[in-house]
């Protein structure tokens, strides 16, 4: 008898956590073989019901089937047993062992002794199926980003999953190592297995998809085939209104540089690397991941020590030894990593919001607290930070309001030239757009901003001028935004 | 956004934040409930109480004679209340022990002998005498008894004061040690730095006359002390931020070099020929609060005073604040312009000069002994774990730290007025210190931190 009841099926999902009502009454349908986008803003919901799927979270309401058998899933080692493998955006491997030890980590075979032969033959094996070449005995803090992720793919596939769900899977890779996670993907579809796939890159949801399904402040809001949707309407559907330019850029009256810096370098990672930014100019950074650009921007804000190089602010030279020096001169960096580099999770927005602005509020060291809540305040009406009140846990805010929080503590600054690391990297599209708003009245007001990015388009939008880096090197720039091309920009930095 | 805190938040955020002070209060009652005795007009106790009473009130320049029957607990009042009397410095004119006509005739006497009796000690019964009026120079206005009442052992003001007095050394040095454990560190050298700090101070005093010293001498060895332990606060904050040790293993290292330099300094010995001056360092002062006069121990002083400096300084400042971040976040911390590695050298300097200063107080106390403070760390590192300090660093209140060094220190005295034998008491301690983090690591999961 042929099963006709779809693969997965949940319906009625409710989740409620102290003070948030995260999901209410979501339904979500998923065939073998189908690669089934999982859409919405941040805070929609989209994590909770993965994690609902992977037994991190119980549901407080609702159903969930496999091929019509009702199942609950009450553990992580329960969704695995039901045939369901998550691959969270922060990968569960251990830095330290290789990556058969990884893949079989709880699950070795044998007694007392490990049965690394055996697990080695396996891992071989599920590299082969995938057809990827990954080394076997190498401690998985020494593979890529990429390469993480297909042990992780790997893990799931040992298992023997027939539901694969994706968190953000592509964020951190290249274009090319997202064209091969995609043969990958489309691979694991022949096999039957169904895939949950969530990114906010619209590009790659219209490229995979078969079905988007899509989430707005925790409830349902619809799902059509991808063929049928347009990228103007799926935003609609996650942001609740249309928006009707997803770059809105406004150049600015540009002015002298601003920025200048001459013949920076930091061992093989950045190279005799000079340019200069200037008034009112957004100046684009892009380049493969590895490429130098962050460790750039780090040496310009004193994060780490540069070998040798010269950083000038409006014609005056400067001394920058740590991040300290660098604020003071006015230069702030927004950088790529909120969690671990940006904020102190463990304390309030407002101490977060504080930190590097503490003497504008302080007499002999005393914080005036008052005045410190009153500059936030401003920030959280300007910016639209959702928090219940100052006092909330940075660790407990979405990814947009995080990154606002960061915001608002570098504008507090009036920083002369404000360095953006990926700032819309896992930031859904209306803050995303708020973000770019953001950047257009910087730059109007006068400041100099660079911005680093992986995502062209964003790129492309948003800069009035762009530089490509590789290997560490400036390979070239774009002073002509308006008719370069993403194939122009690859080629560059494919080197 | 911002709208006032929902009240029912309130309510959580206090019993999560001072869930500690309603342990503290739980084993008070506790232990005042368990320690609850008569206390009668008679027995050594009534002497002993009637004896202070009455130094309180005369002085030392009173006579006094003291009055009982002979019945059961007269006679130990009686001898009770005259050594106490003459060790307040009180001149006894006589005691009497006999019917009322004994008594009398013994009376007229005394006032004969020594021109006045100022106050009479009385068990509750002799109290009730007529007699008295009918002697001159007398009266039964000058008749000092006790009241038959019940009242916990636990609960009186001599205990409460001798508990705050034990804890006083423990929580100052557990400031800089909720300092240390904030920025996500530890320091487990404190106790040896008491030593350190205790034998520097001695010797000092030692080297300027000993017993003779006079107060400059004893400033200087003072500073002297407090700068030994410091510097060494110091060396393991440079350690920990040039070279990148991680702080157990630093402060593993001094704790076992200062201990074997406290007793280098001294020979093994212990100094104990200190002057009175330096001795009162530790002593008490006489306060009058209320019309009630009391001696205040310094160490306690002291730690109130500190206390509500720490508390100022780690919510109202900038030190405070970047102290927190630190140990939240050390790497955003300094992309936020914090200087991470200043702020780590001065709160272990600060725990050093803590150390130090508990040093001086035991030194103080008791003497220059190389073997003080030994364990000392465990005790202070248990205190703050207990007051709700997070080991993991960014997380920690001042004042959960003194109501982690009280319950600690109340524990261990009502076990004691208990009789409790101190292997159980290891047991009980090391269980509720157990709890303690338990209730906390539970607490954090319940809000899916």
């Not at chain 1, 990968?91 to 002794?113: A, D, Q, V, Y």
């Not at chain 2, 009042?77 to 006894?92: D, P, W, Y």
Request: glycine share 10%; charged share 20%.
């Amino acid at each position: 008898m042929v099963n006709t009841s779809p693969l997965l099926q949940m319906q009625g999902i409710e989740k409620s956590f102290p003070g948030v009502r995260a999901l209410s009454g979501v339904d979500l349908t998923l065939q073998r073989g189908e690669v089934l986008a999982l859409m919405g803003e941040n805070g929609a919901g989209k994590s909770t019901l993965i994690k609902t799927l992977g037994g991190a979270h119980q549901p407080d309401a609702g159903t969930i089937t496999i091929e019509g058998k009702l199942v609950s899933l009450s553990s992580p080692t329960a969704a695995i047993v039901a045939g369901i493998g998550v691959i969270y955006q922060e990968f569960n491997l251990i830095p330290e062992l290789n990556t058969w030890e990884n893949i079989f980590l709880g699950r070795e075979k044998s007694g007392f002794f490990v049965d690394r032969s055996h697990e080695r033959t396996r891992a071989a094996e599920l590299f082969k199926q995938l057809g990827v070449d990954i080394p076997l005995d190498v401690p998985c803090r020494r593979l890529s980003v990429a390469q993480q992720q297909l042990v992780e793919i790997a893990k799931a596939l040992s298992q023997d999953v027939r539901i694969l769900v994706m968190d953000e899977p592509s964020a951190a890779l290249t274009p090319q190592e997202v064209e091969k996670l995609f043969t990958i993907i489309r691979d694991l579809q022949t096999r039957g297995i169904g895939i949950i796939y969530i990114s906010h890159r619209l590009d790659e949801i219209f490229n995979i998809a078969d079905t988007i399904t899509v989430l707005r402040d925790g409830q349902y809001v619809g799902d059509a085939p991808a063929k049928e949707m347009t990228r103007e309407k799926m935003i609609e559907m996650m942001v609740g209104r249309s928006i009707e330019n997803e770059f809105p850029k406004q150049a600015a009256e540009i002015g002298e540089p601003r920025l200048v810096v001459d013949g920076l370098c930091r061992g093989t990672a950045v190279r005799n690397v000079s340019f200069n930014v200037r008034r009112g100019e957004v100046l684009g950074i892009t380049g493969l991941v590895g490429a130098g650009r962050t460790e750039l921007v780090r040496l310009i804000f004193g994060a780490d020590r540069r070998d040798a190089g010269e950083i000038s602010l409006d014609g005056e030279s400067l001394k920058i030894r740590s991040p300290q020096d660098a604020i003071h001169a006015g230069i702030c960096l927004l950088t790529e990593d909120r969690k671990s580099q940006g904020l102190v999770l463990c304390r309030s927005v407002r101490e977060n919001f504080g930190l590097p602005n503490l003497k504008q509020f302080s007499w002999f060291g005393a914080i005036g607290q008052k005045r410190e809540r009153d500059a936030f305040g401003q920030y959280v009406d300007s910016l639209s930070i959702r928090i219940p009140h100052q006092e909330q846990l940075a660790r407990n805010l979405s990814g947009g309001n995080q990154q606002k929080v960061v915001l608002a503590k570098w504008l507090q600054q009036n920083a002369k030239t404000l360095i953006f690391d990926e700032p819309t990297r896992g930031i859904d599209v209306g803050t995303k757009h708020e973000i770019y708003q953001l950047m257009n009245r910087l730059a109007a007001d006068g400041t100099s901003i660079i911005m680093i990015s992986s995502e062209l388009p964003e790129v492309l939008g948003m800069s009035d001028r762009i530089l490509v880096m590789h290997e560490g090197q400036l390979k070239g720039e774009i002073t002509d935004v308006k008719s370069a091309t993403q194939e122009h920009i690859m080629e560059t930095a494919i080197g | 956004m911002t709208s006032p805190k929902p009240k029912s938040h309130v309510w959580t955020t206090l019993l999560n934040e001072y869930g500690m002070v309603l342990v503290l209060l739980f084993l008070v009652i506790t232990f005042s409930a368990m320690t609850l005795q008569q206390m009668d007009s008679t027995g050594a106790e009534a002497g002993r109480e009637v004896a202070r009473l009455i130094a309180d009130q005369h002085g030392t320049s009173a006579v006094v004679a003291v009055v009982t029957a002979t019945k059961g607990g007269d006679e130990e009042f009686a001898v009770a209340a005259n050594s106490a009397l003459q060790e307040a410095g009180v001149t006894v004119a006589v005691t009497i022990s006999g019917s009322p006509p004994q008594v009398k005739q013994a009376l007229e006497a005394a006032v004969v002998k020594h021109g006045r009796i100022d106050a009479i000690a009385a068990t509750g019964d002799s109290a009730g005498l007529t007699l008295f009026d009918r002697i001159e120079g007398v009266g039964s206005e000058k008749c000092v008894s006790v009241e038959p009442s019940k009242w916990p052992k636990f609960a009186k003001a001599e205990n409460i004061l001798n508990v705050a007095n034990q804890t006083a050394v423990y929580a100052i040095v557990a400031i800089g040690m909720t300092l240390v454990i904030i920025t996500a560190g530890i320091d487990l050298s404190v106790g040896s730095l008491i030593a350190l700090s205790a034998v520097t101070t001695a010797a000092v005093i030692q080297m300027n006359g000993g017993g003779d010293a006079g107060t400059g001498a004893i400033v200087v060895s003072c500073i002297a002390g407090l700068l030994a332990a410091a510097a060494a606060g110091f060396f393991s904050g440079t350690m920990i931020t040039a070279f990148r040790v991680p702080p157990f293993i630093v402060t593993l290292s001094v704790m076992l070099m200062a201990r074997g330099l406290a007793r280098r300094i001294t020979d093994e010995e212990s100094i104990s020929d200190l002057p009175q001056k330096f001795r009162s360092i530790a002593g008490s002062t006489e306060l009058n609060l209320l019309g009630y006069e009391f001696g205040l121990p310094n160490p306690v002083i002291l730690m109130i005073v500190l206390y509500a400096i720490a508390h100022l300084i780690m919510t109202k400042t900038i030190f405070g604040r970047y102290v927190y971040a630190v140990g939240g976040n050390a790497e955003a911390a300094r992309l936020s312009g914090v200087g991470v590695k200043k702020i780590t050298l001065i709160v272990y300097t600060l725990c050093g000069a803590l150390a130090g200063l508990g040093g001086i107080l035991q030194a103080s106390k008791l003497s220059g002994d190389p073997k003080l403070g030994v364990m000392f760390e465990l005790d202070v590192i248990a205190a703050v774990v207990v007051g709700g300090t997070s080991l993991m660093g960014g997380q920690g209140r001042i004042f959960g730290t003194l109501i982690g060094a009280l319950i600690i220190a109340v524990i261990k005295n009502g076990m004691n007025l208990m009789k409790i034998g101190s292997s159980d008491q290891q047991i009980v301690l090391g269980a509720v210190i157990l709890i303690a983090v338990l209730i906390d690591t539970l607490k954090r999961r319940g809000e899916g931190a």
